[in-house]
């Protein structure tokens, strides 16, 4: 949960000044990488807000952010999204074991 806040900030700032630097110069296409960052960096907070309760949707929310992330980067405007999008996909594996581990202890527990 903590690193995907800390890893959401990092993404949100260079997103957002992609996004800025995109509007200002009058390219679409850069903005829109920044725009694509800008979903990631959401999809971050909303994986890791729901991390320890609901592991399972967690995991969607990162998966979903990874996809996209390798999507935008493999496009070549915004190629640091692919590094964000494998993120993404390493945080999705780890909200599987969570949700791995929720499933055993509740099976353990009466």
Known sequence: MIISLFLTLIVGLQSCALFAGG????NQSVAGGGAAGILVALLFVLGGAFAM???RVSMV???IAGLIGLGVGASGVFPDLT???VVALALTVMAYFGHRELVRS???KP
């Not at 509007?23 to 009058?26: I, L, N, R, Y």
């Open 23 to 26: 509007g200002m110069t009058q």
């Open 83 to 85: 590094i964000w999008g």
């Open 106 to 108: 509740k099976a353990v």
């Open 53 to 55: 309760g609901l592991p």
């Open 61 to 63: 929310m990162f998966a």
